[in-house]
């Protein structure tokens, strides 16, 4: 069973690599206008190369029952996290046009992908947790482009086209080869390639997390109710759903501990290109991913650590 100093152990790098890309960022060795280029080459081929690595040929995800269960519970878990925050909103005077939308969102869509995986990879190194992950972030994409998207321009003009990005679109090949047998003629050497390229995704993403963190921080004034309140929802009250879903449901273990580490997760940066560009209220989204990361260092271990104790994992 791990415990809290094992799991903090393992949260703390996550976190100063964090630190590290600000640092970058403010000392100009990570300049602004290299973060495109840097996050398109994440996405568009180390991330893919990590997804094939992990999902091709693992065991955990050969079987089409286990992985809709796996994509059914990141998508309802996210949106009803969005739901709660909206009718939560309230509570601190936000209304339509005003940030309620954006912070609904901005606290029920947490960071999936670039620092959950550090932690999931160091904490369970065995390959099947990893890959099912990523079969949990199939449901998360669609529910960030349906629900999360959504609420924002109304569900007819969500760009719901946008959840088959490069990473989804390599999710689903790579769990076609598993269904279909094809991942047993997939040759070692390709393996050992998307290894090594797909060792270098969740490095440079957490860096330009951090350098986009720096870049915002300090932006407009600071909005105490929604610093305060975005943390106890996002990082308190929210991944009670997550807690027990792991808890009550007869699913795999790898999948308790996937939704355990995602019950723990801040507010993605992600939320706030969400908000510049679909007409949300970005300050709001802004408040909230800094609160929420920054509480979060503290909170993560604890939640991750209490979790794994009451699932039994």
Request: glycine share 10%; proline share 6%; with cysteine.
């Amino acid at each position: 069973m791990l415990d809290y100093l094992s799991i903090l152990s393992v949260a703390v790098p996550v976190y100063l690599t964090m630190a590290a890309g600000a640092l970058a960022r403010k000392t100009g060795l990570l300049k602004p206008e290299s973060d495109t280029s840097l996050m398109k080459l994440s996405v568009m081929m180390l991330t893919p190369a990590l997804i094939i690595e992990r999902v091709v040929g693992n065991p955990a995800v050969m079987k089409l029952g286990p992985v809709l269960i796996a994509a059914g519970l990141g998508y309802s878990l996210v949106a009803i996290g969005i739901a709660f925050a909206y009718f939560m909103s309230p509570l601190i005077g936000l209304k339509k046009g005003e940030g309620r939308r954006t912070f609904s969102v901005a606290c029920g869509l947490q960071n999936y992908g670039f620092v959950a995986i550090p932690l999931v990879t160091a904490l369970f190194p065995d390959k099947g947790t990893l890959g099912v992950l990523f079969t949990f972030t199939l449901g998360v994409e669609l529910a960030c482009w349906t629900a999360g998207v959504g609420l924002l321009t109304g569900l007819g003009k969500a760009p719901w086209r946008l959840a088959l990005n490069a990473p989804v679109m390599t999710i689903l090949v790579s769990l076609l080869l598993n269904f279909t047998g094809l991942h047993a003629h997939v040759p070692q050497i390709a393996h050992n390639t998307f290894a090594m390229l797909g060792a270098c995704a969740v490095p440079l993403a957490v860096l330009l997390i951090g350098a986009s963190i720096a870049d915002i921080w300090g932006q407009g004034a600071m909005q105490w109710k929604v610093a305060v309140l975005s943390p106890v929802l996002r990082l308190g009250i929210i991944p009670i759903a997550f807690l027990a879903t792991a808890y009550f449901l007869p699913i795999t273990t790898e999948l308790k501990r996937v939704i355990v580490v995602q019950a723990a997760m801040p507010s993605a940066v992600f939320n706030i290109m969400i908000a510049r560009l679909y007409g949300g209220h970005a300050p709001t989204a802004v408040q909230v991913v800094i609160a929420t990361t920054v509480v979060s260092c503290i909170t993560t271990p604890l939640v991750i650590a209490w979790g794994l104790k009451l699932v039994g994992v």
